[in-house]
Structures are given as structure tokens and as C-alpha cells.
């Protein structure tokens, strides 16, 4: 049976039959953020189901497929959606596509995703870098057999890695200079990932609170973790899709996700876009 590994390096030399593309820079748009593809200058289409062992996004807002081409002169790989553990996926399907991208050539990983605030000044609609992360979702996406050969520099790989900067306070600083430069407020916070597919209840927020934390959503973590033991450098922007249960008297529906996400696309698209020249090159 092929290991992880193994399945990784077919996917890869699948999508280099497709594209002599190499990109330095991978990125993971979450629910609401899938138009931000349509950034790429010459792009290269690749479904994801065409892909060897690539999982299947199936959640609305999650187009499923891999872009790769270049914005601002930067040869990047944009994933339109991702794949939730709630949807049934182990761990490692979950976080196969960051093991994808890494192999592929990208040594940054900007991870997004829809978010709920939880502080009552990060309001609805707001970008907030992410500063750290609560994994409170079960498990870890480092599970199992070590394996070195997914590293991408020197010194990555190690069966124990360090996460104490597990987003990067350059790219952290890049991204709220920028912000700045473009006129609007972009604040740091702690993203807190649960399991789901369910919300929150209005107790869970509080203790999440009291934890620390600023947002909270279902994604993100995992791909990190991973990032991180292959040595790739990542930056993480949650888009506030709502406020989390408690904070607000309103209820909470998907359809409100993808709704603030057209909202502030042109927002979010000109921050990202404005970005991802100024990533130095590893």
C-alpha cells in the first residue's frame, strides 16, 4: 500500500503533467473567498477530483479546484475550497492538499477562512490576522509515523517541531502594513478551531473567551500544523463572517458566511493581491 508520502508525490507529479508552473506560494481560500482565484494571470485549471487522492470538497461556498498561475508576478497555487474533518475526513485527507502544495514548491502557505468574532469589537465583516491558535478539535495533524521527506527546507520534518511562532510575525507585519497603507483596520487575534459541523453553543463562547481566544471556526489548524512540520512559512487572515452565538441575539446560518464574503471581496482581494509581492522568496 503507498504511504502518505507516496500518494503526496503522485498528486504532485500529476499536476506538473498539467503545468510547468512551479509556485511559491500556496493558498487556501475558505468558504465566501473562492472568487479571489479569479486573480490569476494565466491560469491553469485543475479540478480536484482529476487529482490523485485529493479529496472532495463538499460544502457550499468550496468550488474544489486547484488554480495555479501567477498574481503580481508571484507563481502561486490557489485552492478553491478545502475539505472539513466534519465532512468525514480523516485527519490526513484533511490536510493532504498543504502536503500537496508543499511538495509542489511553495514555501508560504496564507491560509483563510470564515471565522465567528467573538470579541464585540472585531465586528461582523472585519479581516483579522491570525496571531496563534487553540486546537480544540480532538486530534492533531501530525499523528502517526513521522515522515522527513515532507520537509521543504533544511531541519524540517522532525517528529517534535516548534509552534510557538506557527504564524509568521513577518508576514504577520507585512499583512497589517499593508492594511494600513490601503487605509483600513486590520487587528491580530487568536483563532480557536472545534470539530463542528455544529455552531457553537452561547456557553462554549464564553469559556472559549476566557481561553483567549478572539475567533472561532472550524478549519485552518490542521493545515498549519502541517505547514509548520514541513518548514513552510504561513500566514492565516480569518474574515469575520459573524458574531458567535451569545455575542449577538441573532441566529446563525451558512448563508450569512457567503453573503459577508462577497461583501468584502474586493477588500480582501486587494489586501492579498497587494501582499504577495512583498513575500520574500526561501
Known amino acids: 500500500m503507498p504511504t502518505l508520502y507516496d ?40 479540478p480536484y477530483a482529476a487529482i490523485p487522492h485529493f479529496p472532495q470538497s463538499t460544502v457550499v461556498g468550496h468550488s474544489g479546484q486547484l488554480v495555479l498561475g501567477s498574481i503580481g508576478g508571484v507563481p502561486v497555487a490557489v485552492m478553491q475550497g478545502r475539505v472539513h474533518a466534519y465532512e468525514g475526513y ?5 490536510t493532504f492538499p498543504a502536503r500537496v502544495l508543499g511538495l509542489l514548491g511553495c514555501t508560504t502557505l496564507i491560509v483563510t477562512n ?22 480544540l478539535t480532538g486530534t492533531n495533524a501530525a499523528l502517526g509515523p513521522n515522515e522527513p521527506r515532507f520537509a521543504v527546507v533544511p531541519g524540517a520534518g522532525q517528529r517534535f517541531f516548534d509552534m510557538s511562532t506557527a504564524y509568521s510575525p513577518a508576514l504577520r507585519n507585512i ?13 491580530e487575534g487568536v483563532y480557536l ?7 457553537e453553543t452561547p456557553a462554549e463562547i464564553r469559556a472559549f473567551r476566557t481561553l483567549g481566544a478572539d475567533l472561532v471556526g472550524m478549519s485552518t489548524v ?14 492565516g487572515i480569518s474574515l469575520v463572517t459573524n458574531m458567535a452565538a451569545g455575542v449577538t441575539n441573532e441566529t446563525i446560518h451558512h448563508e450569512d458566511v457567503i453573503e459577508i464574503g462577497r461583501r468584502v471581496e474586493r477588500q ?15
Open 7 to 46: 500518494q503526496a508525490q503522485s498528486a504532485v507529479d500529476y499536476l506538473r503533467s498539467q503545468t510547468s508552473i512551479s509556485p511559491r506560494v500556496g493558498i487556501i481560500l475558505g468558504s465566501g473567498l473562492g472568487s479571489f482565484a479569479s486573480q490569476v494571470a494565466d491560469p491553469v485549471i485543475v
Open 90 to 94: 480523516p485527519i490526513a485527507e484533511v
Open 114 to 135: 470564515a471565522a465567528g468574532g467573538i470579541r464585540p469589537d472585531i465586528p461582523q465583516g472585519s479581516l483579522v490576522v491570525i496571531s496563534d491558535h487553540i486546537n
Open 175 to 187: 499583512a497589517m502594513q499593508e492594511a494600513t497603507r490601503q487605509g483600513f483596520a486590520l487587528t
Open 193 to 199: 478551531a472545534v470539530l463542528g459541523p455544529s455552531f
Open 222 to 235: 490542521h493545515e498549519v500544523i502541517v505547514a509548520r512540520h514541513m518548514g513552510i512559512s504561513v500566514l
Open 268 to 282: 480582501f482581494t486587494s489586501l492579498l493581491t497587494s501582499i504577495l509581492p512583498q513575500i520574500p522568496a526561501v
